[in-house]
T-cell receptor
Framework: GAVVSQHPSRVICKSGTSVKIECRSL??????MFWYRQFPKKSLMLMAT?????????EQGVEKDKFLINHASLTLSTLTVTSAHPEDSSFYIC???????????????FGAGTRLSVL | KQEVTQIPAALSVPEGENLVLNCSFT??????LQWFRQDPGKGLTSLLL???SQREQTSGRLNASLDKSSGRSTLYIAASQPGDSATYLC???WGRGGSEKLVFGKGTKLTVNP
């Protein structure tokens, strides 16, 4: 079953509205989560690293005031697309690293993604 | 600049064929490399993870190899099935300073025809 839950899976909104996307780690804690976006026929691009209890780290070219990230607990990170416009329409995916087992390295688990369409 | 490239961008094969997907990366000082599968409009499913100290990993009909010195990884799929049709993504973690950031290739879209 899924170890990272992302909600909603699909959002259609009017231009100018704000949209919140949630990413939850199930039965494990994640002090760090990652937010990616994917345009059609393009690769996933990291937008920002969400850090529990501190500010998110944004990649170059990503507007932090446009894409608000809150990592309020060890199992939840939210991405809010503020004043969304048609060019923000994309597929947004979150991920969280989890230890694969004792002595193992972290493996990234991904949510199912959120398809955002801004009209 | 750390980049990941996947070739080919798309591949169509008949059912039962063995096939190889390629991934190349700049900067051989990787931490690990991971292969994912993505179905249309869906999230990612991790297939195989190869640590920098490993040469290959196997899971069922899948085998991933890693050659750091040449900056390459391959994903071998044996006896392909229509259910293998998906986009396969290669992602590299360079991880300096403990960063778990992944850099993805653009993927190879695989179609296995019955």
């Amino acid at each position: 079953g899924a170890v990272v839950s992302q909600h909603p899976s699909r959002v259609i909104c009017k231009s100018g509205t704000s949209v919140k996307i949630e990413c939850r780690s199930l039965d494990f804690q994640a002090t760090t989560m990652f937010w990616y976006r994917q345009f059609p026929k393009k690769s996933l691009m990291l937008m920002a690293t969400s850090n529990e209890g501190s500010k998110a780290t944004y990649e170059q070219g990503v507007e932090k005031d446009k894409f608000l990230i809150n990592h309020a607990s060890l199992t939840l990170s939210t991405l809010t697309v503020t004043s969304a416009h048609p060019e923000d329409s994309s597929f947004y995916i979150c991920s969280a690293p989890r230890l694969a087992g004792v002595g193992s390295k972290n493996i990234q688990y991904f949510g199912a993604g959120t398809r955002l369409s801004v009209l | 600049k750390q980049e990941v490239t996947q070739i080919p961008a798309a591949l169509s094969v008949p059912e039962g064929e063995n096939l190889v997907l390629n991934c190349s990366f700049t900067d051989s000082a990787i931490y690990n490399l991971q292969w994912f599968r993505q179905d249309p409009g869906k999230g990612l499913t991790s297939l195989l993870l190869i640590q920098s100290s490993q040469r290959e990993q196997t899971s069922g009909r899948l085998n991933a190899s890693l050659d750091k010195s040449s900056g390459r990884s391959t994903l071998y799929i044996a006896a392909s099935q229509p259910g293998d049709s998906a986009t396969y993504l290669c992602a590299v973690r360079w991880g300096r300073g403990g960063s778990e950031k992944l850099v993805f290739g653009k993927g190879t879209k695989l179609t296995v025809n019955p």
